[in-house]
């Protein structure tokens, strides 16, 4: 019979300092909560300080530690202060978590908007967002684990990353770069500096969240569009996911659970991406 502290040592973040960008999101103030109440300290970066403050005011009432930041990932050096404030405040940096990402209208093809008409300022935001807001704080954050000689990536990537969806031609390219980038770190860091740091992804089905919910539902009654309606038909699962969803693949390729993996993305999408509609 496995014993008990075995498996809570294979799964220990205690006293680790998680920093997720876009922790003011749906899907990322799940993860920081989540961490927090696994012991971690955690820094909550988001564009958004109010965003973010609200996470941590719900981490500190159940007695977690965690830090609001202001910071714009596009931004490398709001990103260096953002990462000055956390060492300063918890001495290090053990796991990163990129999360900040989305989509817009107006990089969304549509019955008002065809793809030849899709402005390239708003398919370079959407780009932008995802990959750069992806790659630049690696960089960052990166060069600190390299310094300390260990830590954990954890990059959001997409269904879009396997099977680019129709509509969403900006999103798509940067979940599929999110993803090879993935790989590339994950090698690179391997190879360069050291094989105690790890760079995975997570692979989201579909969860409603405040970046798709106009493609998803009807604004007049809540009800699925029939887009929405499609997603559902072709997840054997037959539901969206829920933030609570991704936290037992995250919790995984956070700890020393995963020790010895590294450059995967893994899909937690209830079936979707296996799914051929047959």
């Known amino acids: 019979m496995m014993n008990e502290n075995y498996l809570c040592r294979l799964f220990e973040l205690q006293a680790k300092t998680a920093v997720l960008t876009g922790g003011g999101g749906v899907l990322c103030s799940a993860m920081s909560k989540a961490l927090a109440k696994a012991g971690a300290k955690v820094a909550v970066l988001d564009i958004s300080l109010d965003a973010a403050q609200k996470v941590v005011a719900d981490i500190q009432a159940e007695d977690g530690e965690a830090l609001a930041v202001q910071c714009d990932v596009l931004n490398k050096n709001s990103i260096e202060t953002a990462a000055q404030t956390i060492l300063a405040k918890f001495g290090r940096v ?12 107006e990089a969304t093809t549509s019955p008002y908007l065809s793809f030849f008409d ?10 932008n ?11 960052v954050f990166g060069k600190i684990m390299v310094e300390q000689g260990a830590g954990v990536i954890l990059n959001i990537s997409s269904m879009n990353a396997f099977q680019p969806l129709t509509r969403v031609p900006a999103y798509s390219a940067a979940k599929a770069a999110v993803s090879n980038f993935t790989q590339w ?3 690179h860091m391997a190879q360069e500096y050291s094989a105690d740091i790890r760079v995975n992804a997570l692979a989201p089905g579909f969860f409603l969240t405040e970046q ?3 493609l998803l539902t009807n604004r007049e009654d809540g009800g699925l569009t029939e887009r929405g309606q499609k997603i559902i038909d072709n997840t054997p699962q037959g539901k969206f996911g829920s933030p609570e969803d991704l936290l037992g693949a995250m919790f995984w390729l956070l700890s020393p659970a995963s020790q010895f993996v590294t450059g995967i993305v893994v899909p937690v999408d209830g079936g979707f991406s296996a799914f051929s509609g047959v």
């Open 185 to 187: 770190l994950a090698v």
């Open 118 to 127: 899709l402005p390239p300022d708003a398919v370079q935001w959407v780009f």
């Open 212 to 214: 798709n919910r106009f």
């Open 94 to 105: 053990d796991i990163l978590v990129n999360g900040a990402g989305g989509n817009k209208k």
């Open 129 to 139: 967002l995802n990959f750069l807001g992806t790659l630049l704080p690696s960089q």
